[in-house]
């Protein structure tokens, strides 16, 4: 085989084992499905892995030549430019994944790592200060006592989108909510409101357990959790539209 096409796909092989498994983190881990299509990064983020797998293979076959002297000297910057932007695609997607699925007032919210507020993280209970790499994490929050903080948390909201779902200073386990979720679950046929029977028929044949719901508030594109009523356990996110 010629050296040239030798390197190229050598380099291809790493750069195709790589982005796999880049592509299990992010759609397995940070964001399993359906959160992707809720966040909607689906299609940037494998159109700039897809640019990064195939560019610098490119390159390899582009200045690979034996015996070039410098050719040390462009496979280490061909490497460096490869990694430094997988390295970016890498973190803005962190940076934008799902950390906490919260539980607030009527509905779930999906808050990414980039919503969290990060001005009284400090008070939060050590569970919620640093949000997991293995995945988003449900949770519940609660409006604050003191009267002064509920008003500037209203105000917030108004004017610059930051509310109780957003502070994990208020957040608390899920189960100690319980009887707030009850009390807001909807029942399943009020997803014929937004959503074509047939398509609310197919997916609630995949979990026959499930019986209530409650709306999933996203960046991208709202969606439902189904869930039981006399237990509040969370059955599955699915892609159906809980409102116009």
Not at 219 to 241: C, F, G, H, Y
């Amino acid at each position: 085989m010629n050296p040239r096409i030798k390197a190229f796909t050598l380099h291809l092989l790493i750069s195709a084992l790589i982005a796999l498994t880049v592509i299990a983190v992010v759609f397995y881990l940070w964001y399993p499905t359906p959160l992707h299509t809720a966040v909607g990064v689906t299609q940037i983020f494998l159109l700039l892995l897809a640019v990064d797998v195939v560019l610098g293979p490119l390159l390899t076959l582009l200045v690979y030549k034996v015996g070039k002297k410098t050719l040390i000297m462009d496979l280490t910057v061909i490497a460096v430019l490869q990694i430094s932007a997988l390295g970016y695609g890498l973190w803005t997607v962190a940076e934008g994944r799902p950390a906490w699925l919260v539980f607030a007032v009527d509905r779930f919210e999906l808050v990414r790592v980039l919503d969290i507020d990060q001005r009284k993280l400090d008070q939060a209970d050590s569970a919620y200060r640093q949000p997991s790499l293995l995945g988003p994490q449900w949770v519940a929050a609660v409006n604050p006592s003191d009267t002064e903080e509920k008003n500037d948390i209203v105000m917030e909201s108004v004017f610059a989108g930051v509310d109780i779902a957003q502070r994990p200073n208020l957040y608390q386990s899920l189960d100690s909510q319980q009887a707030a979720i009850q009390n807001r679950l909807l029942e399943l046929p009020a997803l014929s409101a937004n959503n074509a029977a047939q398509t609310i028929q197919a997916t609630l044949a995949k979990y026959p357990s499930a019986d209530a719901w409650l709306p999933l508030s996203a960046n991208k594109q709202d969606m439902v959790v189904l869930m039981r009523k006399d237990t509040t356990e969370i059955i599955a996110i699915v892609d159906l539209r809980p409102w116009d």
